[in-house]
């Protein structure tokens, strides 16, 4: 007899991102697998979030409330309709020796968050793990968003369905549901912050960026081009701070990348660095603001 070790090759390598689509809406990708071994390859698909032991991992308390800041949940924001909001097709099936695969990936979320997010696995005839793939994805009410930075939110959110009714209207008339969960709608914090790295030869600014986007979807297809702004510019100019787009439009579909840098100022010290607070304004088919707290701080190169 020969053995043979079974191998495939997969056209994505650790993460699939779906990026953002409104929420109620559907977005596809695919993908691709390869059988690069000798023989048949019978194969099937699994989903963590559809995992047999998936309740008992759930009453581990999630990294941010212990001692890791990193987001390592695989399985993160599920649909309130119980569905998953990641779908594959197809599941199972059988690849030939020297022929590929491929496989569609549907993202369905049911309601905005930022944090959908599950883990595929390809196994091998019912046994070995062959690859592993992140799957990710974000939803939105309205056709906007912001990324970058280190977004300042619990990145796991609860299952209880809340109203957007603040406490002092809900107690208008005397109507007060005791096991009602009110809220006011909350301004979005984004944390940049920006290292300026100290040597002895020309200074090179710190830099990071923003990402500002509009989704495109045929609900909105009507509206006029989405708009940005920024505030408390002579400030932040102050501090040493640049953005290298300050306002401007984004059309549907688009995403608009802004520089941030950092050169110390004069009167810098090094045991008060700045923190600057600026609010970034979004003007598309609503209003949105989002807290952009700029921070910075001097590194040694040595």
Not at 79 to 96: A, C, D, K, R, W
Request: net charge neutral; hydrophobic share 40%.
């Amino acid at each position: 007899g020969r053995g043979v070790t079974p191998s495939i090759v997969c056209s994505v390598e650790e993460v699939l991102d779906m990026g953002y689509v409104i929420a109620r809406e559907k977005m596809t990708s695919t993908f691709k697998i390869q059988n690069t071994s000798t023989l048949t390859l019978r194969y099937s698909i699994q989903l963590d979030s559809l995992s047999s032991t998936r309740d008992k991992d759930q009453q581990r308390l999630p990294s941010f409330i212990t001692s890791s800041l990193q987001r390592t949940e695989f399985v993160g924001t599920q649909n309130y309709s119980g569905l998953s909001v990641f779908s594959i097709f197809p599941t199972e099936g059988e690849i030939v020796a020297g022929k590929s695969q491929d496989f569609i990936v549907t993202f369905s979320p049911d309601h905005e968050s930022l944090y959908y997010s599950d883990r595929l696995k390809v196994v091998l005839f019912g046994k070995k793990i062959a690859h592993v793939i992140h799957l990710k994805g974000a939803a939105r009410d309205h056709p906007m968003f912001v990324e970058g930075g280190i977004p300042l939110d619990v990145p796991i959110e609860s299952l209880a369905v809340t109203s957007p009714v603040s406490s002092q209207e809900a107690l208008k008339g005397g109507n007060v549901l005791p096991l009602t969960l009110y809220y006011k709608t909350v301004m979005k914090s984004i944390l940049l912050i920006l290292e300026y790295i100290e040597r002895e030869s020309s200074p090179v600014p710190a830099m990071t960026e923003l990402k500002v986007g509009a989704i495109q979807t045929a609900q909105f297809a009507s509206k006029k081009n989405m708009e940005f702004s920024f505030d408390s510019l002579p400030l932040l100019q102050q501090k040493g701070f640049t953005i290298d787009s300050v306002k401007g439009t984004i059309e549907r579909g688009q995403v608009k990348r802004i520089s941030v840098s950092w050169v110390p100022p004069a009167d810098f010290r090094a045991d008060d660095p700045p923190l600057v607070t600026a609010i970034l304004t979004l003007k598309g088919d609503i209003k949105e603001s989002y807290r952009i707290l700029f921070m910075a701080k001097v590194v040694s190169a040595y």
